[in-house]
């Protein structure tokens, strides 16, 4: 225990380098894949490394890049280890191997810092989650995906990791000044619902889909917008001015910011301006009878 067997540098150029290296917050290793592993970093993303590899660069396979602060929490799906949970900033994030650009769902964004995060070790659509609030959620995708289907106020001060009992019926939840609330589950929330799996393949398999039809849409986009901003010049007038079509597009895209939102803004206007006339009218006809 004097030094580690092996050293990965998290440095996403895979050159090595500490200077650039990402920080490390929180590691996800599935026993029955034992040739890869995943890490949390600070800075929002999911580094995915194989194990086997043989050089350093090589290690370091995939990311995944969503979150706005540091990941607290990345577990893969015990029924579909190619789906992962990831916990950072206000939100909750479900991946998909398949899909490297975007999460597949994710929760709403909450008023309060998500902490940590686990799926329920006996039903695929259920995962829970820990908030700076003090609040345990848990979410049923089976049943609705808006909201969680229990939200439940453990204490006052913040909740900092949960464990789920391999039944899934006890959560430990810690709190900030190290107490410990031992929590029991609902039948519902723990027990496998008729059909559950086949449902949870289907809907993980649906939005896996729709996100690379997304993906390959915004890439096509991405390359319109490159081939209509470079210019028609030689290349010297090129380097002269490598910003001017940047700057237009900023421009084009404010512009039609501020244009929906004076127009969401003239239409409800006018909606208060008729229930103002229709409040008026019924008045005076109140007053006739």
Request: hydrophobic share 30%; glycine share 4%.
């Amino acid at each position: 225990m004097s030094e580690p067997t092996e050293r990965l540098v998290l440095d996403i150029t895979k050159k090595g380098s500490l200077d650039i290296a990402l920080g490390a917050i929180s590691l996800e290793f599935e026993p029955t894949i034992p040739t890869k592993f995943m890490v949390g970093t600070e800075q929002g993303m999911v580094i995915s490394c194989n194990r086997k590899a043989k050089t350093p660069a090589e290690k370091i396979v995939c990311t995944y890049s969503g979150h706005h602060g540091p990941i607290y929490s990345v577990q893969r799906n015990p029924f579909f280890p190619k789906n992962f949970l990831t916990v950072g900033d206000w939100t909750a994030r479900i991946w998909s191997e398949d899909s490297r650009e975007s999460s597949i769902m994710w929760t709403k964004y909450h008023m309060s810092y998500l902490t940590d995060g686990a799926w329920s070790p006996t039903r695929p659509t259920v995962f829970l989650t820990t908030k700076m609030d003090g609040t345990l959620d848990v979410w049923d995708y089976l049943f609705k995906q808006n909201n969680p289907s229990l939200s439940l106020k453990v204490c006052d001060e913040p909740l900092y990791s949960l464990r789920i009992q391999d039944n899934g019926r006890f959560v430990a939840c810690g709190s900030k000044n190290g107490l410990t609330t031992l929590l029991e589950l609902s039948p519902g929330l723990y027990t496998m619902q008729r059909n559950e799996k086949n449902i949870a393949t289907a809907m993980f398999e649906r939005e896996t889909k729709r996100e690379k039809i997304l993906e390959a849409r915004h890439r096509e986009m991405r390359l319109k917008e490159r081939s209509k901003a470079e210019p028609s010049k030689d290349e010297d007038t090129r380097e002269e001015n490598p910003e001017e079509n940047t700057d237009e597009l900023i421009a084009k895209a404010e512009k039609e910011f501020f244009e929906i939102i004076e127009a969401e803004r003239k239409r409800l206007e006018k909606e208060d301006n008729k229930e103002k006339e229709e409040g008026e009218e019924k008045e005076v006809s109140e007053e006739k009878i």
